[in-house]
């Protein structure tokens, strides 16, 4: 059985003493060092994430989103966002892990100019009507719960065509990651705006039937060729599947935004997933290696991340670092709830990182720090 | 360029004598023989099938095909199916290369007898609103339009559950390729009837929205977990595309049944499309190697199959050789019309025989003959 | 349990009457039948090949091939190759199942012209040191035990520069499987014959440590690029492995040439092995969907294929039809015997046809009749 | 044209004043701030890494590898090995990138207790003839330039069965990159030491022929059953390859050890090179998004890195971070140079962020600066 001292055979446990740090002087002058004497910090028995679980209340920052709409001009800002930080990790700008979420607003008849970056992105609507985005070329249109990506360098630019009120949505972007690999680029587009090629939600009318393909198709990029998922047959889908399976015991009914042509993740880096609730569900407790960062979509509840109780309403923001224990319950009795999250799962089974497992104790439930 | 005469340097063109006769009396008594007396003919210059077009009339058929149900009970044909055979082909009791057709009717209240083969079937069922089947534990209800599939070594039964007349439905299965590759297996399910499992249709209230998929989920077969594809989503997904695309210059808008969880075909052998022609169209002739089957779904219209004029309305059959030319023209100004159709495409992909091209001449249409 | 009478619930038995006989006879009018008076033959409860076990002696056979060196010229012939036919299979001029071999001679200085088609080939040399080939502008020399392939679709041209006797190399192809699906195409080289590139065995310099690949490589098609499989590697390959391992208990040692950059198999219609059976070796009997032909590459022994012994020695050919119980034993109680063998595995593979199983009584051994 | 300043439309370029600062202090204390003040810097116009060029000079460092023979044992030490650090790295123990190297040495007789982590490991024998590992109960024996692995969460454990001298070998593993996820997990043996299973070098025996592989094998693991690649057939294949091809002009004769099962990267986080610079070849100049460490394998030259002159001869290990021009030069023309390296590029494909270019300048050579 794995004991988790480093007082063992088999982790470091050398006794510094003068010798030894004459030693290591010599290796620091020529850009060395001895590696026992980091070998259990870097070689962790488990999982040890700075990255903490956070809340961020809707209630709390949407005034200060909207305040940022006078504040600064989206041309000066290219975005206009309010980024959420975990703690120790705002020197890289890491919402949880290795992934980056932040609230952007667009008033009434903005438009954003159009760039690309190597970072993938993706939004998800929480308020307003008139949002619309162009992703090389395409124009799409989305609304509250809706759920769209913009591929890593694709060009892209963003407005609200409404009149009736800013738009605000949620950026998840793999920024953190993408820099962590020192694999960045960047480029304004030659025109500043792009033009629109065919018509509005095009990928929509294309792809938006997933078990039916385009015969013919000739799509070979890396991401998903539908780039919108809109909310109301993601809602109906999950009404159905709960109808005919019993879900997850540790996420109710989840389902996960696919490439129509491969079932794969939308993107390489970053995986998307809507579930439900069903009145009264609570859920068992488990842990993955892989960040995810969540929304309340609808309802309220209660997860238990960590230990730590996070009580979340909509629009409400929550993070669960790697290896952090997790579990949700919905609080109504009568109405179900759902959960949007997303996550660097794709990554972690890429690289084989990938594990889970169940809360072993107390009937599957973490106690509550 | 080539030419495609057998008298050139390149080809075999012995001129026999007696010696040689006499050598080839030797070689047969030693189970062999020259090969360059038959080198050209099985290294044609181009394909050479001996299937033909031929198109099978619904209005002729459907007196026979109901006349069976009088004829012999399901329990003793085990299924009352008329087979459409290419006049060559009857000997392997194909329909088209090495695909099989046939007309199957079910009276108000049958049901049939559960069994599995190693050849997959398909369904596209013609008329009646009372079919089920159960694939595998999971029973679906089918009406008019309605593809679903058998993949190869389910456990599967038909019915008729209504009492407003009988169901008739094509099937499609592979059964000569199957035996062409000697690898037919069939059992009796030993229970003679299924139980059903979970509620009716389930791979459709699980797998039916194509771009979200059940999280977690272990599918591993080399088939579409989705058993079924009804008709109005499908057509409601054609006319989507009919908005954004214009489609393929020979097909019109046309969509491939996909398994949601890789974007492949249904089954490993074969794939099966639909597709709208818009009102007044007529597309180019192209060719393809593989077989195809195609069916009048919706409206009428003509075909010109290898330069043969073949008119349809909804219930006609007809198939289309390999390499053979062929373009539709739907009949109507007002209305659109709908062609459904299976072939043994994955096949040729798979094996690396796939090719497709434009007829060059005459701005892209044949000439009838 | 399966029981294998055709007389059973499940399967067709209904009894032909007169009104039936009518009635066949209108189906037959419209290319029609009923399918219930072929269901069983077409449907089998396992595989029925009309292939039988065959055995080729290479010392019956070699001057009959030696003789058509004098009786055909190689431009006359194409291709000097006498050709081996399962006895129910002439008509389709397969060896065994959809595939086909044969044997090739050309005499010190002959070359051939250079063509293409959609079969795909392999060599296994059985005599002489002169033999060469071009594929794709590639030569290759090979030797006797060297095995080569001459993927679909590629340019080919053979020739024998040694001056010390003729070549005989065994062709095997799978027209017939090409035939079967009318996919079938052929052109002579404008230029009748091609131009090398490159050196001598250029594939072997650049694939030839397999497990070794050439960094930026763009090799993108559906077959090896290393076009030759040397002898004394294979040979030493397999030493090494019955070094490590116990092999299999059905097939000695045993190793599939495969495609270096995939691990796949070198083209995707056939694949080949090389095995190795012990001094004294005798394996236990199994079956597999597929079609086999074996070659005696050294030493001899003993097989019984479908209850039928073959005895074989340096150069004789056998096959193995789909789902025959085959099992091999080396005559040798000092040296070790290899057989060489191809089959269509990689076609039963895709399509989902494959299945094995272990011969179950007798101590695993069949009765020999 | 992209232009790389910050003081354009499509970058951030918001002017500070009171009320942001005001404004930023409301975010902060909700674990939010704003993105513009720091967008520019999480997206640069192209990749800032932090890692710099450094080249650790053997000669300099291999008395202090000596040294630690004296000063540790290796069961306090659980490794006893001198780490490489980038300057600006150390905090994450990063050779470059997210990739980590050190020296590891091993006296006489010694052998080292077993673990496992979810690091990946490679090894790359600098001097000694008695280096063992046992990996997952296979044992290995490694000479002086051979290349082994040591894929992730398999157990490992080394030694040093020689008499004549120490072993010193450069490891090479993904420990920063595991920790950048937070997917750090690590195990003592539960026995200390692991049993041998099988021969030694047991995977060479099965595996060490790639383009041949076993029959039947079920190896399905994300890494390459073959465990050691020995120099002498590396070589040979490198000789080989440049007698047949012209190689890259960035890189010589390059090949990448493979998997030979699937043709990939040995293990899903990092792939290993060898290349051989002919006598006198100097190569041009490119970059590449991902990070690579170099090791002298025979011979010496200069490669030029961002720019900077590196002169390297055997034992000498230097960094390329990403996106950083490199090119080299084989100081002798009489004899080839070999240069090993290992980098992350099986992420950067994973993750869609490979990319390359050529310098495009100056006859593709960098001014030294």
Chains 1, 2, 3, 4 share one sequence.
């Not at 206009?80 to 700008?93: C, F, K, S």
């Not at 630019?157 to 800013?166: F, I, L, R």
């Not at 709830?337 to 072993?360: H, I, K, Q, T, W």
């Amino acid at each position: 059985m794995t004991t988790y001292s480093d007082d063992v055979l088999g982790r470091a446990r050398v006794t510094d003493n003068a010798d030894l740090h004459a030693y290591y002087d010599k290796l620091a002058r020529l850009d060395a060092g001895a590696l026992w004497t980091i070998a259990n910090k870097i070689e962790p028995w488990f999982p040890q994430p700075e990255s903490v679980p956070v809340k961020w209340s809707y209630q709390e920052l949407r005034p200060l989103v909207l305040e940022a709409l006078r504040l600064v001009s989206g041309d000066d800002a290219g975005r206009r966002v309010v980024a959420l930080y975990n703690p120790r990790r705002r020197d890289i700008a890491a919402t949880v892990g290795l992934l980056y979420s932040g609230l952007q607003i667009m008033g009434p008849g903005e438009s954003m100019t159009a760039h690309r970056h190597q970072a993938a992105a993706l939004r998800f609507v929480l308020e307003g009507t008139g949002a619309w985005t162009i992703v090389d070329g395409q124009k799409l249109k989305v609304g509250p719960r809706d759920f769209a990506i913009t591929p890593n360098w694709t060009w892209h630019e963003h407005g609200n065509e409404g009149d009736d009120g800013p738009v605000i949505w949620q950026d998840g972007l793999d920024i953190p990651l993408v820099n962590a690999f020192d694999a960045g680029f960047y480029e304004v587009h030659p025109d500043v705006y792009q033009k629109q090629e065919g018509i509005t939600n095009s990928s929509l009318h294309v792809y938006g039937a997933g078990q039916l393909r385009p015969f013919g198709d000739t799509w070979h990029k890396n991401h998903s060729p539908l780039l919108a998922y809109p909310w109301e047959p993601t809602y109906e889908a999950l009404l159905n599947a709960a109808e005919a399976t019993d879900g997850s015991p540790y996420d109710g009914i989840i389902m996960e935004y696919s490439n129509p042509l491969t079932g794969g993740s939308v993107m390489p880096t970053m995986s998307a997933h809507m579930q439900l609730l069903r009145p009264g569900e609570s859920t068992l407790a488990h842990r993955q290696v892989g960040s995810k960062i969540y929304t309340a979509a609808k309802g309220s509840g209660t997860s238990v991340v960590a230990g730590q109780r996070i009580d979340w309403t909509e629009g409400d923001i929550f993070c669960v670092p790697s290896w952090a224990w997790h579990e949700h319950a919905n609080a109504s009795r009568s109405d179900d709830a759902c959960l949007f999250s997303f996550n660097d799962f794709p990554v972690m089974r890429a690289l084989g990182f990938f594990r889970e497992e169940a809360y072993p104790d107390n009937d599957g439930h973490q106690p509550v720090g």
